[in-house]
């Protein structure tokens, strides 16, 4: 995120595309709700009705993948009427021509065809935008999960240059982080294409660097993205696999060639707090202490490096993951480095990036979360970046043109599929599926149907069906519901028994690799003689709301 969590209840319009804030980001929403008390304005572009979509201003319901028409006619609306912030972009950014020239293609009246947002809406949304000062865009998976991915992303960097909203407070561009710890996942080097704070894998000074620092000559090629592991496990390209604190026969897109591969590979070590379903292939399993069991740090969405402290004691053999990664180096024949506790790992990875040198155990303990950049002891935190200029010197405008989606509904698959998160379950599920209170709210699998879709197809509310496409099939309770559209259907991801990734495709976008979750070809089969069984009682919605209190 460019900006922080607490300039968003501060904030006078919030764009929120392509996330279910309410359910996946809690206390965020909580944030957001904050400010639409208070007056700010909210529009929410998502296929789905969300809660967030009731309290909001415009509900702009796009169809699943065409948000490069919607931000490009949003853009085409800024440019035409003038309402470009024309002294910062001279200042601050560059290529703005280019954007200018491909956004004029994108006219309200044609995207409204494509989209299905009204004209209208989109001129509304893209004017009241461009003229409120403290305006943030936040955006999560409706937009990262497709083959698109990356241009989504710039098509929504186009729009934060062209109005100058940037290096200002509560507004900016903001990510919404998913796992407790990616943001520190990804600070740390855990990416085949950086090592840590950014530095780039194929500069060879930085190589020399690490390399130097660690004792270790250092491969001179980088490594292959998740996607592009999972394809090199398929074609014996890639033998063996480490997994550490990731369950991929759950969480991996087009999972059933995924599993064939592992059939295959010679190796497979899990790391991890349980035994979860990729276990089952696994030669050697480490069990790891959990969050609550281990001392180290956590950085949050807004760049924020918090301490974390043990509670309780790992059970049985379970160690913390430092350790358990320090004895592999030992046993690969690594005399050196010698850490005593995580604080001294840390300090290193202060002493090789800028960004973080500032930041110690030790003063985190003195201070409370430090964000990043903070390049010297006595810097502070920063609260939001690219103040007083952008970071890069000019920020960079990139056009980009509309792809479809790798796969389009056709009379064999004639529905679209969407996939994702509910409030009540965690990813691979592997931890809140042991809580019972959570396993009685959410027991099992659904898939979301619109009530004119389940009409045509003779369906009732909750019975079984066995959802297919390309790639499988995948039985689950139909949940008639009007939350998606006419056409699409909606399904979480988190439930073993009824795996929802034997669906998905694993093509990738073509910069990050993301598969795309977010759509895919697909239609429904009832199964003749299920006896009906509601899903949801009507309590969902009701939960959803009491978890953003104001
Ligand atoms: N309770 C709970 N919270 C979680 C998680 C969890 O599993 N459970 N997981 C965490 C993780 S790892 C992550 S990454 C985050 C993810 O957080 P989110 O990204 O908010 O979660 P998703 O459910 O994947 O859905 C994103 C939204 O994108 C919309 N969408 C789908 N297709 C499109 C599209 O083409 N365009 C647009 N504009 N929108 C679209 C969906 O309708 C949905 O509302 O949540 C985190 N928080
Ligand atoms: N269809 C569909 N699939 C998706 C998505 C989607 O929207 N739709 N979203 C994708 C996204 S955004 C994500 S992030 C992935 C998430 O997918 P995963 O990362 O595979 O799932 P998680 O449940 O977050 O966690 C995986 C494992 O981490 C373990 N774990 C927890 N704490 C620790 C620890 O301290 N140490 C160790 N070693 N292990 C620990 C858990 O027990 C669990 O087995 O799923 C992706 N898959
Ligand atoms: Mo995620």
């Not at 083959?147 to 960097?157: E, R």
């Not at 996607?227 to 063996?240: P, T, Y």
């Not at 964000?371 to 970071?391: A, I, M, N, R």
């Not at 389940?454 to 995948?474: C, F, I, M, W, Y």
Request: hydrophobic residues 40%; proline residues 5%; contains cysteine.
């Amino acid at each position: 995120m460019t900006n922080s969590i607490p300039e968003i209840r501060d904030a006078d319009f919030l764009f929120v595309t392509g996330s279910n804030t309410t359910e996946a980001h809690p206390i965020i929403a909580m944030e957001m709700k904050r400010a639409v008390r208070r007056g700010a304005k909210l529009a929410v572009a998502d296929p789905r009705s969300i809660w967030l979509t009731e309290i909001a201003d415009w509900h702009m319901q796009l169809a699943p993948g065409t948000d490069v028409w919607l931000l490009n006619a949003m853009a085409n609306v800024i440019v035409s009427e003038g309402l470009e912030d024309r002294a910062w972009m001279e200042a601050n950014a560059e290529g703005f021509d280019a954007v200018r020239e491909t956004v004029l293609r994108y006219p309200p009246e044609e995207a409204e065809k494509v989209t299905g947002v009204p004209a209208e809406m989109i001129r509304e949304v893209a004017r009241a935008y461009a003229k409120t000062r403290k305006a943030g865009i936040y955006y999560t998976l409706g937009i990262t999960e497709h083959t698109t991915g990356t241009d989504n992303v710039y098509a929504l960097s186009n729009l934060v240059l062209m109005t100058g909203h940037l290096g200002i407070r509560s507004a900016g561009m903001n990510p919404l982080r998913g796992q407790n710890n990616v943001q520190g996942a990804n600070d740390s080097g855990a990416t085949p294409v950086f090592y840590p704070g950014y530095q780039l894998a194929e500069d060879p000074a930085v190589r020399e660097k690490f390399g130097r620092a660690w004792g270790v000559e250092q491969s001179s090629t980088t490594g292959l993205n998740l996607n592009e592991m999972m394809k090199a496990m398929g074609d014996g390209r890639l033998r063996g696999m480490y997994l550490m604190g990731e369950d991929i026969v759950i969480s991996e897109p087009n999972v059933g060639r995924v599993e064939e591969a592992l059939n295959q590979i010679e190796f497979l070590a899990v790391q991890d707090i349980f035994f979860n379903e990729s276990c089952r292939w696994a030669d050697v399993i480490l069990p790891a202490a959990c969050f609550a069991e281990k001392d180290g740090v956590f950085t949050n969405s807004d760049r924020r490096v918090q301490r974390v402290r043990k509670g309780v004691d790992a059970p049985g053999q379970a160690r913390p993951d430092w350790e358990i990664l320090l004895d592999v180096m030992r046993r690969a024949g690594l005399e050196q480095p010698d850490y005593q506790d995580v604080g001294e790992v840390y300090a290193e990875m202060a002493a090789l990036s800028d960004k973080f040198s500032g930041i110690s155990h030790q003063r985190i303990d003195d201070e409370g979360g430090l964000q990043w950049p903070v390049p010297t002891p006595d810097s502070p935190s920063t609260e939001y970046l690219h103040k007083g200029g952008v970071l890069r010197g000019k920020g960079l405008f990139v056009a980009v043109d509309f792809r479809p989606p790798f796969e389009l509904a056709d009379p064999e698959f004639p529905l679209v599929l969407s996939t994702g998160r509910t409030l009540y379950h965690y990813n691979a599920a592997t931890q809140t599926r042991r809580s019972e209170g959570l396993s009685t709210k959410q027991p099992e699998s659904f898939v979301e149907v619109h009530r004119r879709d389940a009409r045509r197809l003779g369906l009732e509310d909750g019975q079984l069906v066995d959802v297919v496409s390309r790639r499988g099939r995948v039985r689950c309770r139909a949940m008639v519901s009007r939350q998606v559209r006419r056409g699409a259907i909606w399904m979480p991801f988190h439930f073993p028994e009824s795996k929802t990734n034997y669906l998905t495709t694993d093509a990738g976008d073509a910069v990050t690799g993301t598969g795309e979750y977010k759509v895919c070809a697909a239609r429904i089969e009832p199964v003749a003689g299920s006896e009906a069984k509601r899903v949801f009682p009507g309590a969902y919605a009701a939960d959803v709301q009491q978890n953003t209190p104001s």
